[in-house]
């Protein structure tokens, strides 16, 4: 089963940009579609993007976050990143990386079944 750890949180000013890692350990990175979610102090834990299995070609964007923020994966490293601009306060946030071994992906985290520990993003007016 994969492991998956976040990093590249921190605070920036609003309008900055930050650039977040998901390094995963273990077998199947292929497989699996990959997300980001987040949740912020007092809300429920949001879907930011995701990118479904190599050969499924699916991906998507929050609509708060469209234009702003791009994931990609780079798969001979077993890695994802979601570089994201023109941050606003409204996207401070814990991000959280997770896996979905179905391939499928979506922005539903009840499909998602490995979680990293999360990276705090916070940004400032």
């Known amino acids: 089963q994969l492991q998956l750890v976040e990093s590249g949180g921190g605070t920036v000013q609003s309008g900055g940009s930050l650039r977040l890692s998901c390094a995963a350990d273990g077998f199947g990175w292929d497989f699996n579609a990959v997300a980001w979610f987040r949740q912020a102090p007092g809300k429920r834990r949001e879907g930011v993007s995701w990118i479904s299995s190599v050969g499924r070609s699916a991906n998507d964007y929050a609509d708060s976050v469209k234009g702003r923020f791009t994931f990609y994966r780079d798969n001979a490293k077993n890695a994802g990143y979601l570089v994201m601009n023109n941050l606003t306060p409204d996207d401070t946030a814990v991000y959280y990386c997770?896996?979905?071994?179905?391939?499928?992906?979506?922005?539903?985290?009840?499909?998602?079944?490995?979680w990293g520990q999360g990276t705090q993003v916070t940004v400032s007016s």
């Open positions: 997770a896996a979905d071994a179905s391939g499928r992906g979506g922005f539903d985290e009840r499909e998602y079944d490995v």
